[in-house]
Nanobody, 120 residues
């Protein structure tokens, strides 16, 4: 059974940092693309990062240079390090996978999400 559990969200001031964790079970994170997404109230869901089995990474311009995705194969966990946080980064953050090699396309399996709030 595929399961993803996010943690690490919270309240942080502008310019601060958080590290989100996505603990996976039922599959090996090293074998598939895993993405981080976020959704703010009234806005569409946005993919903020993705890591493939070959360590290819993707970031949109909105977070490039501030967010870093990484993976610990031994812990079967994917991380999202978020630095220089801005109020517009406030959202619920989800990790997700479709158990495929690529970061593009629809996603089937989602975690429950973790709230990130950046205060000014």
């Amino acid at each position: 059974q595929v399961q993803l559990v996010e943690s690490g969200g919270g309240l942080v001031q502008v310019g601060g940092s958080l590290r989100l964790s996505c603990a996976a079970s039922g599959f090996r994170v090293r074998d598939y693309a895993i993405g981080w997404f976020r959704q703010a109230p009234g806005k569409e869901r946005e993919r903020v990062s993705c890591i493939t089995s070959d360590y290819d990474y993707t970031y949109p311009d909105s977070v490039k240079g501030r967010f870093t995705i990484s993976r610990d194969n031994a812990k079967n966990t994917v991380y999202l390090q978020m630095n220089s946080l801005k109020p517009e980064d406030t959202a619920i953050y989800y990790c997700a996978t479709d158990l495929r090699a690529l970061c593009s396309g629809p996603v089937t399996y989602w975690g429950q999400g973790t709230q990130v709030t950046v205060s000014s």
